[in-house]
């Protein structure tokens, strides 16, 4: 099922990271079979603000707290744990150079973020796009940002059965 998609552009010379975050905070969702498929428009490399990833992360059960994206601050009235800080030299670090037309899939729960843009010419474009399966709930998480679809939802209806998340194909 289609839960969302999304535009994002690091336009050259973008100074700003964006922290490591976890998708699952900023989700009304609880689940295990929730991913992102994060797709570059232009080609992408650790200059151009590459996508960081960290390994095993998913694996946690932490919902982490969603942040601004820009600075670890998290959201006003959101609940739970902040993000941990986790150095770049860090061995469970991945940095993941692309091409326009690759697919980079991770799991919602996998902390995440990307670098600054320093390329003076390369603008760094790409499309992102999160589905969720099976057994997917709506959770209500305060403070999360919500959808204009979720006005009638309610913790534990299943994704499965609400028009807003389209089924993309069956089995």
């Known amino acids: 099922h289609l839960y969302e998609d999304s535009v994002l552009v690091k336009e050259p010379g973008t100074v700003e990271a964006t922290v490591l975050h976890q998708d699952l905070g900023y989700f009304h969702l609880s689940g295990e079979r929730i991913c992102t498929c994060w797709v570059p428009l232009d080609p992408v490399s650790v200059d151009s603000g590459a996508m960081v990833y960290v390994r095993g992360s998913h694996r946690s059960g932490t919902v982490y707290r969603p942040n601004w994206f820009v600075t670890r601050d998290p959201l006003p009235d959101t609940e739970g744990e902040a993000v941990p800080t986790i150095q770049p030299d860090d061995d469970r670090v ?78």
């Open 94 to 171: 991945a940095c993941i150079p692309a091409e326009p037309g690759d697919v980079i899939v991770h799991h919602a729960a996998t902390l995440h973020g990307s670098g600054p843009n320093r390329s003076a010419t390369t603008r760094r474009r790409a499309v992102s796009v999160r589905y969720c399966g099976d057994g997917v709930r709506y959770e209500i998480r305060p403070g999360a940002p919500s959808k204009p679809h979720h006005a009638h939802i309610r913790s534990g209806d299943p994704v499965v059965d609400h028009p807003g998340c389209p089924q993309v194909w069956s089995r």
